[in-house]
């Protein structure tokens, strides 16, 4: 056992003696506090031991008086200069920022993830080529199983949702469409407006929707899950890529059944748009369907068949990236899933735009 901590004053020397540990400093901080200015120099070369307690009462000492520290061995040295390391000022609570200052930074903040995000999923998008390209040059590397498994995921088990969503939006453009048009005397044109509008473009949005919500939300947190369990670091152990393994699947399952969902959907569509023409209009199912064949061109079609696997790759790749991007704990997965959902039903409804400019510019209007 160690004597207590003591100190000693002699002229602008400060000599410190014992034990400085916790349990044996004593009053030692209150009678530090009744010294004068006239200390220089803290002297600590009879010191027999110190812990981090003494050695920020030494350090708090020597600060407020500006006095030098001497006698100090190696390990009393190096405990003194973590101790000054941390002492650095807190700030308890943060400075004022005006409400316009406030919005301009999380804009800002925002923006640059934004920007963050889409470099990723660029680079994203060429480890996905790449990988394809691999399953091209080798092709027993395909995964086929895996494949034809996200087919029913992405695919079969959302006929289902998706022919019911699809068969009342044909409903309700049909029952606004003949409210607005009545006004006119031009109920006739509820067809057209029921056959264009679904074809061309809500047909394929809403299913994208859909399965950005449904398959897309899936694919980020199945793989945020195998992220944080540590199996997609285990695949890559055992010599397995994961984009090979994981993403080209659920990508190539999107790709293809997106055009085939968004022709299922925009048929229930018309098909939801035609009994209430029969219903409310009087329209007779074969006069609505020799009325479709006048008024929908084939371009319509074209339209939403070439839009469907871009914003299946889109959907895809945005799952599986943000499903990649998981770490740390589990609530990362719930957030990428979140964040999987928002940014492919942005950039669908973005794309979209495009490509209603672009084939428009064409001439398929």
Same mark, same amino acid.
């Given at each position: 056992m160690g004597a207590a901590a003591d100190f000693s004053e002699d002229g602008d020397v400060l000599r410190f003696t014992g034990d400085l540990s916790l349990a044996k400093l004593g009053d030692l901080p209150q009678r530090l506090r009744g010294l004068g200015e006239g200390v220089r120099r803290v002297d600590l070369s009879r010191v027999e031991r110190i812990d981090t307690v003494g050695a920020w009462i030494v350090h708090r000492f020597a600060r407020d008086h500006d006095a030098a520290i001497e006698g100090l061995d190696p390990e009393q040295a190096r405990l003194l200069a973590h101790v000054g390391d941390a002492d650095q000022p807190v700030a308890m609570r943060p400075r004022y920022l005006s409400p316009f200052t406030r919005v301009l930074g999380e804009i800002g903040a925002a923006t640059a993830t934004a920007g963050k995000t889409l470099l990723g999923l660029l680079g994203f998008l060429g480890a996905t080529v790449i990988a394809f390209g691999n399953v091209l040059r080798h092709p027993r590397r395909f995964r086929f199983n895996a494949t034809v498994q996200m087919f029913d995921v992405v695919g079969v088990s959302a006929l289902g949702i998706i022919g019911l969503m699809s068969f009342l939006i044909g409903i309700v453009i049909a029952q606004q469409g003949a409210v607005q048009l009545r006004q006119f005397g031009a109920e006739v044109l509820t067809v057209n407006l029921i056959g264009r509008i679904t074809l061309?473009?809500?047909?394929?949005?809403?299913?994208?929707? +859909?399965?950005? @919500?449904?398959? @897309?939300?899936?694919?980020?947190?199945? /793989?945020?899950t195998m992220k944080l369990t540590e199996e997609?670091?285990?695949?890559?152990?055992?010599? =397995?890529?994961? +984009?090979?393994?994981?993403? #080209?699947?659920?990508?190539?399952?999107?790709?293809?059944?997106?055009?085939?969902?968004?022709?299922?959907?925009?048929?229930?569509?018309? /098909? @939801?748009?035609?009994?209430?023409?029969?219903?409310? #209009?009087?329209? $007779? $199912?074969?006069?609505? /369907?020799?009325?479709?064949?006048? =008024?929908?061109?084939?371009?319509? #079609?074209?339209?939403?068949?070439?839009?469907? $696997?871009?914003?299946?790759?889109? /959907?895809?790749?945005?799952?599986?990236?943000?499903?990649? *991007?998981?770490?740390?704990?589990?609530?990362?997965?719930?957030?990428?899933?979140?964040?999987?959902?928002? *940014?492919?039903?942005? #950039?669908?409804?973005?794309l979209d735009a495009f490509f209603a400019v672009f084939f428009t510019s064409m001439g398929w209007t």
């Open positions: 061309r473009e809500l047909g394929v949005l809403m299913t994208a929707i +859909m399965v950005a @919500g449904r398959s @897309g939300s899936a694919f980020a947190a199945q /793989i945020g997609i670091d285990a695949m890559r152990t055992i010599g =397995v890529s994961p +984009m090979e393994a994981l993403v #080209l699947p659920r990508t190539i399952s999107a790709i293809v059944l997106m055009p085939l969902l968004g022709f299922y959907a925009s048929l229930v569509a018309m /098909i @939801g748009g035609g009994l209430l023409c029969w219903i409310n #209009l009087g329209i $007779p $199912p074969v006069t609505y /369907i020799a009325r479709l064949r006048e =008024v929908v061109p084939i371009t319509d #079609l074209y339209v939403g068949l070439v839009k469907a $696997p871009v914003f299946g790759a889109i /959907i895809a790749m945005a799952g599986c990236f943000q499903g990649m *991007q998981v770490e740390g704990d589990a609530e990362q997965v719930g957030s990428r899933t979140t964040a999987a959902v928002v *940014q492919a039903i942005f #950039l669908v409804i973005v």
